[in-house]
């Protein structure tokens, strides 16, 4: 039997890891990023997965993992943008960072236990290049929001789209087994 809550877990604590260790290498430079510039860096980290999965040929030795990693842990920075706003200078400190960082998983996974609930866990019937084509077509819904200045009509906003980006990119890495040990 498969245990989502101590899969996701697991997973998020190894992402946790490298954003605290890459906050203590850079400060949190990343501050400064306004929101549709986090919106395209992790455009391209998915477009780089789906170039990973169609293309035979890698002329650099990776593979998805580090990059669905990426995915989320510019996600969580997106969701701490949409809170706090965007600074000019860098302005947080790692233990702060992380708090936000911490708050920011928790109701992300709360979310995903409620729809993993409702739905049953049929990601697990996914493929992940699936994952990643939603993943795509969540980051092109909010590059529409943004360019309509945040405004929706009937649709939800940018913030639960990007907790949809950081579930099913958690989903991704634990249908490739990352994180078990």
């Known amino acids: 039997m498969k245990n989502t809550s101590k899969e996701y877990d697991s997973v998020i604590g190894i992402c946790r890891a490298l954003f605290i260790n890459k906050m203590q290498d850079y400060g949190c430079a990343w501050r400064i990023l306004r929101l549709p510039s986090v919106t395209d860096q ?5 477009q780089r997965i789906r170039s990973l999965q169609e ?4 002329k650099i030795d990776e593979d998805e993992t580090g990059e669905f990693i990426g995915i989320i842990n510019y996600s969580i920075m997106a969701l701490i943008q949409l809170e706090l706003g965007v600074v000019d200078q860098p302005d947080l400190i790692v ?14 996974k709360e979310l995903m236990e409620n729809k993993n609930h409702d739905y049953g866990e049929a ?13 795509l077509q969540k980051l092109l819904r909010i590059k529409q929001i943004e360019d309509n200045k945040g405004q ?14 950081i579930n099913y990119a958690v989903f991704a890495l634990i249908l490739m087994d990352f994180g078990n040990n």
Do not use: C, F, P
Request: glycine fraction near 2%; hydrophobic fraction near 40%.
């Open 42 to 46: 992790i455009y391209i980290k998915a």
């Open 152 to 165: 929706t009509l009937v649709s939800e906003g940018i913030e639960a789209n990007y907790q949809d980006i």
């Open 95 to 108: 233990e702060r960072a992380t708090e936000l960082y911490d708050t920011k998983i928790r109701a992300t």
């Open 123 to 135: 990601w697990r019937e996914m493929r992940v290049s699936s994952l990643t084509d939603l993943i």
């Open 55 to 58: 293309n035979e040929i890698r």
